[in-house]
């Protein structure tokens, strides 16, 4: 949906450019994550004149079979863009491509995180430092304070970021 309004679209695309200027000015390039991660990533590449390609989950089962589309090169320091972290499991992914063209994954922004443990554990796991323009608990506290859920529900929401498989049992 944000892509669809140009004023947040603006917002959204100048936040990332700023994070990434001020977390990681050693980047060479910058990466989107498909498929959601393209755009906004190539609209923060745009802003900071910056090289930009983009990564899939897995090379492609035809043509050059590339997973990486753009240019990588051999030491490269890549930040990764996405647009949600849930388990960091598509983001990895991309992580192990850029790898796998030689480079190296110095950081990744994204949009939104829900925070779960098993994603914050996988990035530091690799160290890889994660920044997110907003986060479940941020989204919680301001739903319930522009009235769209109840104060009582952020505890059943906060419950549901610290076990999603076992929520709602």
Known sequence: MVLSFPVVRDFVAQALADRIRSSFPKADRIAGIATAGIAHGALAAD?????????????KKHGLKNQVEGLIQKGDKVVLVEDLISTGK?????????????????????????????ALRRFADEDIPVYT??????????????????????NKIKAFAVDPQGWGE
């Open 90 to 118: 598509s983001s990895m992914q991309a992580v192990e491509g850029v790898r796998k063209e030689g480079a190296e994954v110095i950081g990744l922004v994204a949009l939104f995180t829900y925070g779960f443990t098993s």
């Open 133 to 154: 323009l907003s986060n479940f608990d941020i989204l919680s506290e301001v739903a319930a304070e522009e009235g769209y859920i109840s104060s009582e529900d952020i």
């Open 47 to 59: 802003r900071l004149d910056m090289s930009y390609a983009y990564v899939r989950p897995e090379p």
